[in-house]
């Protein structure tokens, strides 16, 4: 473990990706109330930063443009991180977490995950406990379905719920941009919706209805490959037609993308972030810069995938 020379003592900071589904595959409604997967992830280079400092007793800052959007409680993603740790090694969770926010909230970007994640590590460190990453991937999967991919980073099959993870190879940079829509869109309302349209389209939304979802085979040799043109011919999410049912304005946002010159657009998870796929650096750079002109989108952020998961700095 680094430290950063401006950190105080006693305070240990991490560095935790966003991330956008390349292939987001949703089988029938499982009896718990989750979907079955086959979710391919992709870390992007959009972070939060999560420091975890000794305190008296538990307390939780958010920074940022969009603090204000962020539960700042016990109910925060980051704080039951915390609790969660500390329960399992029988100690208390005082400790000072701040995030310094700089995902999309509530985007579709797994930006509450990513605080879990990096709340889990910091505070692991923090505290000394050194837990091994085995376990501290099954607590993560505790916390959510998306939040052991935010400590694995990379690129990655989830299945399950999405908490079962097998990494996968990428073989070079693909360059994104993300278009962060006004306000946010609700996971579990996105998969609602999602039900709603099959039911409503005949087909049926259990698990007996909807054929057990599989990774997409073109779409992983395209990742190995770092073949930008074969992954933007598989890109799929099977929750865009949901999150644009809730949110028909992104329809505009995902044309502006197209027409300035991406390979291919799709929402990101469950919204209402829009993610555009792009050959180079110049035209996400381009891209970006005539999406935030467009004003279908709030503003749009070029960057690169993939990128690495939770890390101490
Ligand atoms: O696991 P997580 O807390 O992120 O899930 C939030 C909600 O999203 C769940 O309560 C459920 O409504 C929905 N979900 C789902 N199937 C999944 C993952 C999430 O239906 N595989």
Redesign the pocket.
């Known amino acids: 473990m680094t430290q950063s020379a401006a950190a105080p003592a006693g305070t240990v900071t991490v560095r935790v990706p966003a991330k956008v589904n390349v292939q987001l595959s949703v089988g029938g409604?499982r009896p718990d109330?989750?979907?079955?997967?086959a979710n391919v992830f992709l870390a992007v280079g959009l972070h939060d930063s999560v420091s975890a400092t000794r305190a008296d007793s538990p307390r939780l800052t958010v920074s940022g443009p969009d603090a204000a959007l962020v539960p700042q409680d016990r109910t925060n993603l980051a704080a039951r991180a915390a609790r969660l740790l500390a329960q399992r090694h029988g100690i208390e969770p005082d400790v000072h977490l701040h995030i310094a926010k700089d995902i999309p909230v509530a985007g579709g970007m797994a930006g509450g995950?990513a605080d879990a994640a990096g709340a889990l590590l910091a505070c692991d460190r923090l505290w000394g406990l050194n837990t091994p990453y085995e376990e501290l991937l099954a607590l993560c999967g505790e916390l959510?379905?998306?939040v052991p991919f935010s400590l694995a980073g990379g690129a990655a099959l989830g299945q399950g719920?999405?908490e079962v993870l097998t990494p996968l190879e990428v073989g070079g940079t693909f360059h994104w941009v993300f278009a962060v829509a006004e306000g946010g869109l609700s996971?579990?309302d996105v998969?609602?919706e999602c039900d709603r349209l099959r039911e409503a389209e005949g087909t049926g939304s259990s698990v007996t209805d909807v054929p057990e979802p599989a990774a997409d085979e073109a779409l992983l040799a395209a990742l190995r490959a770092g073949d930008a043109q074969a992954l933007a011919a598989a890109l799929h999410n099977d929750l865009q037609p949901a999150a644009l049912s809730l949110r028909p304005s992104l329809r505009e946002t995902l044309a502006a993308g197209r027409e300035a010159g991406a390979l291919a657009a799709l929402v990101s998870g469950s919204g209402p972030t829009c993610a555009f796929l792009t050959a180079d650096a110049d035209s996400a750079a381009r891209t970006a810069h005539t999406l935030t002109a467009s004003g279908t989108c709030r503003t749009a952020r070029a960057t690169t995938a993939p990128a690495p998961g939770a890390t101490v700095v």
């Open positions: 409604l109330g989750f979907h079955g997967l995950s959510g379905s998306d719920r999405g996971t579990p998969y609602r």
